[in-house]
């Protein structure tokens, strides 16, 4: 009997190679890609591709803070800036002016200051107060839109708005 025992059509025996190809599950992917077991998967690789994750979604995190951080500090400097440039015309305007002059600007500024008082204390009195100014919200102005300029730093920082989107324009008409 151990003539007819036949070794070679033996389905166990072959490799896992032809079998795959038998089965039709060949692909390109090389030999060692195939075989690999997901069971066996380096932890210390899946520890460290979550780390690096974690480490770029901190860094992120990190710089969307410092840009918030810088542009705070950017408005902050350009609002001193603008206080500064306004009481200093302001002040210029004062020495130029009459006697008469100065006594009817102390008087509109006392009354301004007694009208903002009392919206404080009592809500808008003189009407419902509107956001929809000069940049409310950061929206950017149309072409119909008006302009609240009540005062001088307001007038300050519409014309350094309209400067810089001069400069941005020629820039771009230059380049053409």
Same mark, same amino acid.
């Given at each position: 009997?151990?003539?007819?025992?036949?070794? +070679?059509?033996? @389905?166990?025996?072959?490799?896992?190679?032809?079998?795959?190809?038998?089965?039709?599950?060949?692909?390109?992917?090389?030999?060692? /890609? %195939?075989?690999?077991?997901?069971?066996?998967?380096?932890?210390a690789? #899946?520890?460290?591709? $979550?780390? @690096?994750?974690?480490?770029? *979604?901190? &860094? %992120?995190?990190?710089?969307? =803070?410092?840009?918030s !951080?810088?542009?705070?500090?950017?408005?902050?400097?350009?609002?001193?800036?603008? =206080?500064? !440039?306004?009481?200093e015309? @302001?002040?210029?305007?004062?020495?130029?002016? +009459? #006697?008469?002059?100065?006594?009817?600007l *102390?008087?509109?500024?006392? @009354?301004?200051?007694?009208?903002?008082?009392?919206?404080? &204390?009592?809500?808008?009195?003189?009407?419902?107060?509107?956001?929809?100014?000069?940049?409310?919200?950061?929206? /950017?102005?149309? /072409?119909?839109?008006?302009? !609240?300029m009540?005062?001088?730093?307001?007038?300050?920082?519409?014309?350094?708005?309209?400067s810089?989107?001069?400069?941005?324009?020629?820039?771009?008409?230059?380049? $053409?």
């Amino acid at each position: 009997m151990s003539g007819a025992w036949d070794d +070679s059509d033996d @389905e166990w025996d072959k490799s896992d190679d032809e079998l795959d190809a038998r089965l039709g599950l060949m692909n390109d992917a090389p030999a060692a /890609a %195939r075989n690999f077991n997901d069971d066996e998967e380096d932890l210390a690789l #899946i520890e460290r591709q $979550r780390a @690096e994750k974690a480490n770029v *979604e901190s &860094l %992120r995190s990190k710089g969307k =803070a410092l840009a918030s !951080k810088k542009k705070a500090e950017d408005d902050m400097k350009e609002e001193e800036e603008l =206080a500064r !440039k306004a009481m200093e015309l @302001e002040a210029e305007m004062e020495a130029n002016l +009459s #006697i008469d002059d100065r006594k009817a600007l *102390e008087r509109k500024r006392i @009354e301004e200051a007694d009208n903002d008082l009392t919206n404080d &204390l009592f809500g808008a009195v003189d009407g419902v107060r509107s956001t929809s100014g000069a940049g409310a919200g950061g929206k /950017a102005m149309g /072409a119909g839109d008006t302009v !609240k300029m009540t005062d001088l730093k307001d007038h300050l920082k519409h014309a350094r708005k309209v400067s810089q989107c001069l400069k941005v324009r020629s820039l771009h008409y230059v380049g $053409r």
